[in-house]
């Protein structure tokens, strides 16, 4: 689907092109889709398990960006239990914080999808 996709994008115009892999968090890992880079959304809502949970989708990524931190003093859920799992899984990730209502972390992340357009096109 996405090599079908491509054909129809001005690819020489675009300087970032994200390709979106929406589905459970098992079978999105299982397939490269050409990416220079993988990033997973995590919803702090959903737990500091995921990553023992889903090993592969977790295992896959080079940055986890952790959504919805400004729930997290709401919630039942160990920030730094999920980085030990994450850790477990994959200890080269990157973990990015994000609060979409309150922006933090949006400059961070923003940086981050910049900084490795650099490095995909440097080469």
């Known amino acids: 689907m996405v090599r079908s996709g ?3 994008l001005p690819l020489d115009r675009l300087d970032l092109l994200v390709i979106e892999n929406v589905g459970n968090l098992v079978c999105p890992a299982e397939f490269d889709v050409g990416q220079h880079a993988r990033a997973m959304v995590h919803a702090i809502t959903e737990g500091d398990e ?4 889903y090993p592969v989708m977790f295992r896959s990524c080079d940055v986890v960006v952790v959504n919805k931190m ?8 160990d920030l730094d239990r999920f980085r ?3 850790h477990a899984v994959n200890p080269t990730a990157t973990v ?3 609060s979409a209502r309150t922006g933090e972390g949006v400059e961070r992340w923003c940086d981050w999808l910049l900084d490795t357009r650099r490095a995909a096109t440097a080469g």
């Open 6 to 8: 491509l054909v129809r």
């Open 50 to 53: 995921k990553p023992l949970k």
């Open 70 to 77: 400004d729930l997290l003093a709401h919630l039942d859920v």
């Open 84 to 86: 030990a799992n994450l």
């Open 96 to 98: 990015i914080e994000l």
